[in-house]
């Protein structure tokens, strides 16, 4: 037996091919801070052209969008957004949070199985075909309501946020879900030992020790809403005006698409100028979600 | 053996990566499979004729422009005609440019001399049919009730005839040449269209939206109206139809262009294809899109 293995055998070329595995994989970790970098320099660039054209606060707070007539004011647009997200997010938590408990905790394996499969689908499913279905069922829905109100029928910021409340359902429970379930059994067991019944520890015990979990769920889910395009902007109606709950919005998201192909000059800057706020959005909606991450994990040492 | 394995799973892969590509950039090359009845007789010129010819522009002339252009190729198998769809905005901008040797446009050039230095021929004409759900049965609209009601003046059906509804308006996004075209022939002004409208990005995009909103309005191009998803209504009196628009008796139309540079002379395969959207087989494909040939 003169063929012995040792862990020392090729010792040189081993360590050469893990310095060249670590440039590698250093590599394809610069790959997307690069890709940031590129992005956010060229978002504030081009972006920043047309804030530089008519001052920040005309852009910002202006409240007419006539881009022919050379105003760019956004205003409009931006609180469409917000309360787009804003409406979807307060609907879509505490059911979130309830369909959640009931997988975690109370619904019995099988069917919370099933359950699960069907969120998981619904969280795959192309924004598109949300806007789809809402534009054929969901804003024909509310012509009454608009009827009954005295406003003309036509997409709305309602059905807008109804959308999203579908599309960002499925973030908050499965992040939720995973939040309550990490929860050691104990602190449950112990609240039933002291008597309590088992929603009253599940409610006053576990989910709030859940609760920075939860709440990363719902900033994930807020981060989803804003940025969505495709689905509002086929039941929102489009129309860049002050928003109000029956009357057609243009969100921030759908303002880019619907214009796009036909601008130039500095009608596209200031739609790049758009992309430029949701881009200030989102890094905002991102910081926020480390923020709670961090407060999280110091909470569980 | 695992390796092996995975070297020859590898190598299979690559094949057929290799492969499709082959197959995809061979799809790109135009070469219809279907020979046209004059190929195997090919034209003297048709057959000196080589290279690429760059247009684009206007969105609103796809329909027709892709099938002047199939057609073209098909005739001249060594000659390729790209058609980018960017907007007549951009198409009156690149051939300014240079960047296309020929562009697309939907609208007449502006007199104000930012499109200076272009020449514009109309080959086609297109009606705006103005349409409304199908359950609107409303006789005629004329153009200052058009002009109210786009305005926000009017804003129930009943002040023009019809039943007692608010009426939804849809129109189309800033920059569109049908919005233009529009506003233009109506007699307003883009920026004094209701702000509170509906806004949708395209033509089917109207359509669909106004066959699902019972008190919707909007308007599209004559070709693009799908009568049994919406109801035209008649313009001045006048029921949009291809007779009518012939005939000059429907008002509500525009035209659509190709532009030059004005003096400059056109490659071969560029005036080739100039010339044949114009000659009598080209004409006829712009008249089997709903269009009305301008010959």
Not at chain 1, 40 to 50: C, E, L, N, W
Not at chain 1, 72 to 85: D, N
Not at chain 1, 247 to 257: F, G, N, S
């Amino acid at each position: 037996m003169t063929n012995k293995t040792s862990i020392l055998s090729g010792r040189r070329t081993k360590s050469l091919v893990e310095r060249i595995m670590n440039i590698i994989f250093l590599v394809c970790g610069l790959a997307s801070v690069v890709s940031v970098v590129f992005m956010t320099v060229y978002m504030v660039v081009s972006g920043g052209a047309i804030i530089a054209e008519t001052g920040v606060f005309r852009f910002l707070l202006g409240h007419v969008w006539n881009p022919g007539g050379s105003e760019f004011g956004i205003l409009p647009m931006i609180l469409s957004s917000v309360l787009a997200t804003l409406g979807a997010v307060l609907i879509a938590l505490p059911v979130g949070v309830l369909i959640a408990v009931f997988l975690a905790k109370l619904s019995p394996g099988k069917l919370a199985t099933a359950m699960r499969a069907f969120i998981d689908l619904l969280a795959g499913i192309p924004s598109v075909i949300y806007g789809l279905l809402g534009a054929l069922l969901l804003v024909p829905a509310i012509f009454k309501l608009q009827a009954a109100a005295g406003l003309p029928n036509s997409g709305s910021l309602l059905a807008a946020i109804v959308i999203l409340v579908i599309m960002i359902l499925p973030t908050i429970i499965s992040v939720s879900e995973t939040a309550i379930r990490s929860v050691p059994k104990q602190y449950e067991e112990a609240a039933l030992a002291l008597g309590s019944t088992r929603l009253q520890a599940i409610f006053k015990v576990t989910v709030p020790a859940a609760k920075s979990g939860i709440v990363a769920g719902m900033v994930l889910g807020t981060g989803r809403a804003i940025g969505e395009a495709m689905a509002v902007m086929m039941v929102s109606g489009n129309a860049a005006i002050m928003p109000e709950l029956l009357r057609p919005v243009r969100l921030l998201t759908a303002a880019i698409p619907i214009e796009w192909a036909y601008s130039s000059g500095l009608h596209r800057q200031a739609l790049y100028g758009i992309g430029l706020v949701l881009f200030v959005f989102i890094m905002v909606i991102n910081l926020l979600l480390r923020q709670v991450m961090k407060k999280g994990g110091a909470q569980d040492e | 053996m695992k390796k092996t394995f995975s070297l020859i799973l590898a190598a299979v892969l690559v094949a057929i990566s290799v492969a499709g590509c082959g197959t995809k950039s061979g799809n790109t090359t135009p070469t219809p499979s279907s020979a046209p009845t004059d190929a195997s007789t090919p034209t003297p010129t048709a057959a000196n004729l080589s290279g690429g010819v760059k247009t684009g522009g206007s969105t609103s002339v796809e329909k027709v422009m892709t099938a002047l252009i199939y057609q073209f190729q098909a005739d001249n198998r060594e000659v390729t005609v790209d058609y980018e769809m960017n907007g007549s905005g951009d198409g009156i901008k690149n051939t300014i440019s240079g960047l296309y040797e020929l562009g697309h446009s939907s609208r007449e050039l502006k007199s104000d001399g930012s499109e200076d230095g272009l020449t514009a021929t109309a080959y086609a004409i297109d009606g705006i049919a103005v349409v409304v759900h199908k359950d609107n049965s409303i006789a005629t609209l004329t153009a200052a009730q058009l002009r109210g009601i786009y305005t926000g003046e009017i804003t129930n059906w009943k002040e023009v005839g019809g039943s007692d509804a608010l009426i939804t308006v849809v129109t189309r996004e800033e920059g569109s040449g049908t919005r233009s075209a529009f506003s233009e022939l109506i007699g307003f002004k883009e920026a004094e269209i209701l702000t509170s409208a509906t806004v949708q990005d395209s033509t089917g995009a109207v359509q669909t939206t106004v066959s699902q909103n019972p008190n919707a309005i909007g308007y599209i191009s004559f070709s693009d109206a799908d009568t049994s998803k919406v109801n035209t209504v008649p313009y001045e009196g006048v029921a949009v139809s291809e007779a009518a628009l012939k005939d000059g008796s429907y008002k509500l139309k525009r035209e659509f262009y190709l532009l030059t540079k004005t003096g400059s002379t056109l490659s071969p395969a560029a005036q080739a294809f100039f010339d044949f959207v114009l000659s009598a087989e080209g004409q006829k494909i712009v008249s089997e899109k709903g269009l009305l040939p301008i010959r």
